[in-house]
């Protein structure tokens, strides 16, 4: 199993406050001949449905020293993903787990904006030292 990522119980905690159950720590899909392990599942039973949310997180910490190079691994980690989890989750939406500091940053330049934009992702911002959800961005 992979190691997690430093920001991992912050976000996990994050979560929590917000109303969501962990399910998954980490969520393991096998498809094609190939393992994954999405860094969390959770769900939320919302009062006016009948069935709950369910999602799947990849955390991202972007403390490395090439913030460009993280954003590839992330992106391709993403795509992969959100393919494993259409096939064996259909229901699950997947979000890529970002620090504020970085979202207020690195993810504000145009080019990034216009990715994010294109390849559909669905981003949740947290604040690691606080615990919490800062943005749900769809």
Not at 4 to 31: Q, S
Not at 69 to 93: M, V
Not at 123 to 133: A, Q, R, S, T
């Amino acid at each position: 199993m992979p190691a997690r990522d430093v920001f991992h119980d912050a976000v996990r905690h994050a979560l929590e406050k917000d109303g969501w159950t962990i399910t998954h720590d980490p969520l393991y899909i096998r498809t094609g001949g190939v393992e994954y392990h999405i860094d969390l599942g959770a769900e939320k039973l919302l009062a006016a449905e009948r069935n709950g949310e369910k999602i799947a997180v990849e955390i991202k910490s972007f403390v490395g020293v090439s913030t460009v190079a993280e954003f590839h691994t992330a992106l391709g980690q993403y795509i992969e993903y959100r393919l494993a989890l259409k096939e064996k989750h259909p229901g699950r939406l997947l979000y890529l787990a970002v620090p504020g500091d970085m979202y207020d940053t690195f993810f504000m330049l145009p080019f990034i904006q216009h990715v994010v934009a294109e390849c559909q992702l669905k981003l949740l911002v947290y604040h690691p030292k606080d615990e919490v959800i800062l943005l749900w961005k769809k």
